[in-house]
């Protein structure tokens, strides 16, 4: 909510301070109201207290809605300008875009064009959402609705992304005067329409790699993540293989929620198993094997009390601190920091020191030289490659002695002697053994020389030297569990 309210504020946006749910019968309300002073600045006769179940306050909200907010910008006569906030996909009339008008009209019938994609098409149907879809003549400037057109890939609908009419396309975006419109363009003696500001294409960040736990789903799972991408313009993957695990894909996510999120829906609606392995950012290899990581701009909102702890643990993680600020009763701390650190838990840890106060916000910056090194892990030999990763050079002989200590914690004991080593560009720096179970060969021999003995034993010693030869590893789920988790 804290960071939230500061976005909202650098961007000049009317805020109406309301609190719902005082029908419930253990209500905090006046609490509520006196952190919304004290927190925010809000003065006490702002607040509004109303119950969206009973409707209680309700019609006073909406009047002051009225007074208070201003209302949209826009210009009815202009060419159209409509901005995608959200699409989803209809199995049987395509992507439903949802859209505000910012300029200009729109009507069923209409020819349009889809700027990122470059799409044309026609407009089968547009309305308004009472909350259901309701169709409707015509959207006219200011107000939001939905645009169907016959559009069958959701790609082609970016949220973010402009639509405008298809006579007038932008021809150079870039190039364009202070009301918007492109200098210099002229099509048919007109000239083109400007896209909408701000729109940029969703780029993963975090990649895991996805596999089937069996086999046989393979063909399942890649058309459920082909489904999935029609409702989710932020997901890729890619197919690839793995020694160990066999085909799956490389899947690309937003950020960590992104990812689970999407795991939970390949759960839940395609009932698929899958195993995701461990998470890593997108570097950046120059050719002459310089490695180059993102950075992240991360503002934390905290209560004052914890700021020195939340300093601290920053500073651990890589954090240069590029700005402090002091309001009312909590503290915004700028750190600059390896987009690697959000992955490796820093969101929990934040929570954790502040007591599950404190909120975080995040923006990917720019990509910097790192000095990172190849750590690999082998179990008898045998590279696993789903565990390998890159680390920093000073976390390096730390990262291999806990990750080859962890896994020996959770593999299970076998037949055959495991020997788990940690390698780093090449060099074993970390080694652990388990050892195997051992049948008792001599438990039914009652009596006998010797040499009887020793033909036991000696065949025993074969057997598992042959077994070694020829065993493959069982690798628990929790082994990579194990891996991603990190304390």
């Known amino acids: ?37 004290e927190t925010f600045g809000f003065g006490e006769d702002e607040i509004f207290f109303i119950s969206a179940k009973t409707g209680e306050g309700v019609k006073k909200l909406l009047q ?12 009815q006569s202009e060419a159209l300008r409509a901005l995608i906030f959200d699409a989803v996909y209809d199995e049987y009339r395509g992507v439903v875009a949802y859209v505000r008008i910012v300029d200009g009209q729109v009507k069923k019938g209409d020819k349009v064009r889809f700027f990122a994609s470059d799409v044309k098409a026609d407009v089968t149907e547009v309305g308004y959402f009472s909350p259901y879809l309701q169709q409707s003549d015509l959207l006219n400037t200011g107000e939001i609705g939905y645009i169907l057109a016959g559009v069958k890939d959701i790609r082609q609908a970016r949220v973010g992304d402009t639509i405008t009419n298809e006579k007038l396309p932008a021809r150079n975006a870039s190039q364009r005067d202070a009301g918007g419109k492109i200098k210099n363009e002229k099509l048919n003696g007109e000239e083109g329409v400007a896209p909408l500001p701000g729109y940029t294409t969703p780029q993963p960040m975090v990649f895991f790699g996805m596999y089937p736990k069996s086999a046989d789903d393979f063909g399942l799972l890649k ?31 937003l950020g960590l929620l992104h990812a689970e999120i999407v795991k939970e829906r390949l759960q839940q609606e395609f009932g698929l198993e899958i195993l995701l392995t461990m998470p890593q950012v997108l570097y950046k290899r120059k050719d002459d094997g310089a490695i180059f990581e993102p950075y992240m701009l991360l503002s934390v909102y905290t209560p004052t009390g914890y700021v020195g702890g939340i300093m601290t643990l920053c500073q651990k993680r890589k954090g240069t601190l590029i700005d402090m600020q002091y309001h009312e009763g909590y503290a915004v701390l700028v750190y600059e ?12 840890d934040i929570r954790a020191s502040s007591s599950g106060f404190a909120s975080l916000d995040y923006e990917v910056t720019e990509y910097k030289p790192a000095d990172l090194l190849d750590l690999e892990i082998r179990i008898n030999d045998n590279p696993i490659d789903v565990l390998s990763e890159l680390v920093y050079k000073e976390e390096a002989m730390y990262m291999a002695r806990e990750k080859a200590g962890r896994l020996k914690e959770v593999l299970p004991r076998q037949q055959i002697r495991q020997v788990i080593q940690a390698v780093v560009s090449g060099t074993i720096v970390a080694r652990e053994e388990i050892p195997p179970f051992r049948k008792d060969v001599l438990a039914k021999m009652s009596g006998g020389d010797r040499t009887r003995k020793d033909k036991l034993l000696e065949a025993q010693k074969k057997g598992k030297s042959r077994m070694t030869a020829h065993a493959k590893i069982d690798l628990p789920q929790e082994a990579l569990f194990s891996m991603i988790e990190r304390k």
């Open 1 to 37: 909510t804290v960071a939230h309210y500061q976005v909202a504020k650098k961007l000049g946006l009317v805020m109406i301070p309301v609190i719902n749910k005082i029908d419930l019968p253990n209500a905090q309300t006046e609490i509520v109201a006196k952190e919304l002073v």
């Open 64 to 75: 002051r809605v009225v007074e208070k907010i201003p209302p949209p910008t826009g210009t």
């Open 223 to 253: 058309e459920s993540l082909g489904k999935l991408m029609l409702n989710d313009t932020a997901l890729t993957y890619s197919e690839e293989y793995s020694a160990y695990l066999g085909s799956g894909f490389r899947v690309g996510f």
């Open 337 to 348: 920091m390896p987009y690697s650190m959000f992955i490796r838990g820093l969101a929990n």
